[in-house]
DNA sequence: ATGAAGAAGAAAATATTTTTCATCATTTTT
DNA sequence: AAAAATGATGAAAAATATTTTCTTCTTCAT
């Protein structure tokens, strides 16, 4: 905490009655009183107008604008790096909520690539290139990174499909067979019915891929490659939204290191769907 | 260079001749722009005061002076440790495709944290929370995230439907009134399909939201609340994985701030269901 | 009690921003 | 090719916002 804030806090008390309940309205309401005007201001703090620009003259601003936005400016300085990640309670503001998610998902995004294991990631991307077939499960948060993975494969042309009913998953995963690529999701690494589906993929002689929290899980132990995305700690609340984040930066990962090795193959492909998708909106008339 | 400076550039060629030269001036003088008012940009840049706030308006800022705030806002930001996106190509290693990767992510969400207008994401929170019923319309990548606003919005027992098909998108939206909410992902901020379903539902009299890339576009033009997530350069490959991961940014704080604002309500509810899918397990006999 | 000094708001003055309106240039239609 | 329509632009008017002035009120020292 510096500047502007900061020296609020410190003259405070060496101000007029009027102006230290201005100075402590916009201390404890930075963010929104930057998008008020002066007479909203004076209002929302229970002043007047012209308190507000004596106050914001007297220390040495050049008007309610100069101080307005030199505050504004104050605020966007990007948070310092905190250590851990933080939890989300009742009864935060909205500025403390935005950083808090903010630290959570550069934390795991960060994390994730510190430990990424390149040698699996070239195995499950040789697999995926090699595939006929893809199959991905995945379950609520985990099922629309699959459904992701499944997008992106298309695109380039793969037999890439997301089943989120879990008995799709089994009939899908009976017809699967050597040479295919069964690649499950899941955040925990416990859900039942990816296990399940994994599985029988694996029987059927499948090459199966993880993609889970660190640590033993039961989906990671049954996979052939195992690739993990960060883990909030445990006992954190919502845990769930940046592990999502950090699998589909996994997924993003693995899918333009299947674009950069394999460029020619697919990146033509790629163009092309993008070509057709505009064309076609332009026969329709658009 | 991203935000505000970065779509001034990207769209200085679609813009009117003078808008054209005011744009090239505020680039080519942004730290001086800040401190001046309108008229005397106007002056400098060789247009008229009439012709800045329609220029500042044409790019959905509130006025000269929410958009003087912001360039303010952006210009204090210190220069990232790495400058720019990093692009993909052929033949990169595994080691720097992640990094680029993690660059782009990173970077995605810092400058998106930043750009955030907590009065939006009040407002949006507000309009979630009184909704009758909130339809989220998304094509492709977008509609993941529609879909993933809607398991969130269901799990705090919101009546949320997220609907891929465009008509069945249409058709949802034309039963869509006042105290109903519209939600609108797009990327580009121009999908047709999109555009016509927040149309039909604004029509309806519902209160629409949109999530777009920065700067003006035509779905963010029909949004009653306006929210953005960072675009990448314009030219730059597969812009839609780092702005999937910013739009999903954009929804955790959404989100977030709606549980921590209404705790009492939703966070029972968010267990209760969380509690029910484990017994719902356990009775199968696991 | 009285006067001086300063705090604070109402209202006036000023400045800034937005909108309206008239003009001019460009494009489209006839 | 002329006429009509459209759109861009700046001047001026209108609307807003900010600052200053002026007056009242309170406090404190005498």
Redesign the pocket.
Known sequence: MSGILQALREQQHHM????QILAQFILEHAHEAVHL????L?GRS?????????F??SLLF?????F?MKLSAELVQPVPAKPSYQDIVAGNTLHSIAQAIETNHLRSISDTTRQLDLTEVQRAVDALHDARRIDLYGMATSGMVAYDCQQKLVRIGKMAQHWSDSHMQITSATSLGEGDVAFAFSYSGETPETLDALLCAKERGATTISLTKFGANRISQLADIRLYASSLEEGMRRGDMASRIAQLHVVDILFTALLSLHFDDYVPLLEQSFQEVKKYRKEKGR
Do not use: F, L, Q
């Open positions: 007029n009655p009027k102006e005007s002066i007479t909203e004076a229970g002043t007047s107008a012209a308190t507000v620009s004596r914001c003259r050049k008007g309610y604008g100069d307005r």
